[in-house]
């Protein structure tokens, strides 16, 4: 079957047409995993899931010392320059050791105290042990990923992100089915594993092509430029899970653990269709944005994506909103409290869509106290609105906050960008 002569012109939405395919499949095997896991774990279960999943997103910034957003960046500025790649993975080879070393120290001593922070109850140590073991394959999975990215393989891309959810998936319910919550938190520790292996299956014709693994030393060339990475990437990943779970512990405390369910519920199925922007932003957003240098080809490229983009998220955010109750009945057993949470969620999730397009230039443009700067303001804001008013509206007055945070959000990066780009004029009218 042809593509349409439309979507071929278009990189962006070959892109979209591509991982709209993926997504879908991914949805699917999704919500039918979602449906056996609150089935069979229920919703104290699922918060502890939620945990676990907030505690390798820190960890696959933390094991590779956040240099994601940097290799995606420089791999699309250097692919062409083998010199300076060779200095890139230098870098990157002692950051990860440093990240995964550290890691592995305060996963497998610290596993008890650990385990009842995030799980608690000690009895879950085993699991951090586990993922102690795990972290090379966490902080190997992230670079390479980056290195995905950062040459726009988005064909690559969608098959390694298909098979590996596929397998990981699989296993998943593999282990759910015969040791139920103590199987399902074994198989998500293990899926940086899975995602390695298909990842070098797929890809490593081209990595060797780009990284020369025998040459990779303890020097860091490139330490000054990831830097500047690793400290958004902190902000970003590590804060913003860490404010996910302090809040999971908040609504614990203040209300219980099954209503830290239905929010850690909401969010699961929110971050299930926020993977396929997330996929763009990495694969397209920032190579991008890397390149321009004008602020009238900055908002053509903006309202490019936004043209794109916001439409077809606004349609599909409006499927999930009036098939809410089918998502309950046949997704989420017996999560009849997320109902009034939907249109609070969506509604966030599509500001938080046309923010991050803003704030993706940011980080190609390495502005590093603008980025951290409204990172703070977003998960500060977040957090004191949840703590306001989860006693208030209880937990639906936490996605009442997630709305009012990104829309407050939005105004402050366009503001900050604008602000960019004025400074930019004026300093190179000084240069003329």
């Not at 009012?404 to 400074?423: A, C, D, E, G, P």
């Amino acid at each position: 079957m042809k593509i349409p002569k439309a979507i071929r012109g278009n990189l962006l939405l070959k892109m979209t047409s591509l991982n709209a395919g993926v997504i879908v499949v991914r949805l699917f095997v999704a919500f039918f995993l979602q449906r056996e896991l609150t089935e069979i774990v229920g919703k104290a279960g699922y918060a502890k899931i939620g945990s676990l999943r907030n505690l390798l997103s820190q960890l696959s910034s933390f094991t590779s010392l956040g240099v994601f957003t940097g290799i995606v960046k420089y791999v699309s500025e250097y692919k062409e320059d083998k010199e300076q790649l060779q200095k890139l993975f230098s870098t990157t080879f002692v950051f990860t050791i440093v990240g995964s070393v550290i890691a592995f120290v305060v996963l497998f001593f610290g596993a008890e105290q650990l385990s009842t922070y995030y799980f608690y109850d000690t009895e879950y140590a085993y699991v951090l042990k586990l993922l102690a073991v795990i972290v090379p394959f966490i902080s190997i999975q992230r670079v390479f990923n980056g290195v995905v990215n950062g040459l726009s393989k988005y064909k690559s891309f969608a098959k390694i992100e298909l098979f590996a959810y596929l397998l990981s998936a699989g296993l998943t319910l593999f282990l759910l089915y015969k040791n139920e919550l103590d199987g399902a938190l074994i198989a998500i520790a293990l899926a940086p594993v899975i995602q390695v292996v298909v990842l070098l299956y797929i890809f490593v014709r081209v990595l060797r092509e780009y990284v020369q693994f025998s040459k990779l030393n303890f020097k860091i060339p490139f330490a000054k430029q990831l830097l500047a990475f690793t400290a958004m990437s902190f902000v970003s990943t590590l804060l913003l899970n860490q404010v996910e779970i302090e809040i999971r512990n908040f609504i614990t405390n203040k209300v219980s653990e099954t209503e830290a369910g239905i929010w850690t519920g909401m969010t699961t199925l929110s971050k299930n269709y926020m993977v396929f922007a997330a996929a763009l932003f990495n694969l397209y957003v920032i190579p991008k944005f890397a390149g321009i240098y004008t602020k009238s080809d900055f908002t053509k490229e903006v309202l490019n994506i936004y043209k794109t983009l916001l439409p077809l998220f606004g349609v599909g955010m409006l499927v999930i909103y009036f098939a809410r109750q089918l998502f309950i009945d046949y997704v989420f057993i017996d999560f009849d409290e997320m109902n009034p949470l939907f249109k609070w969620q969506l509604l966030g999730d599509f500001v938080r869509l046309a923010s991050l397009v803003l704030a993706h230039q940011f980080l190609a443009k390495k502005m590093v106290l603008n980025f951290i700067f409204t990172e703070l303001f977003s998960l500060a804001l977040f957090y004191v609105l949840s703590y306001f008013l989860l006693p208030v509206y209880g937990v639906e007055g936490v996605v009442i906050a997630h709305f009012i945070r990104y829309v407050l959000y939005f105004l402050v990066v366009l503001l900050l960008v604008m602000r960019y780009f004025r400074k930019k004029k004026k300093k190179e009218e000084k240069l003329a």
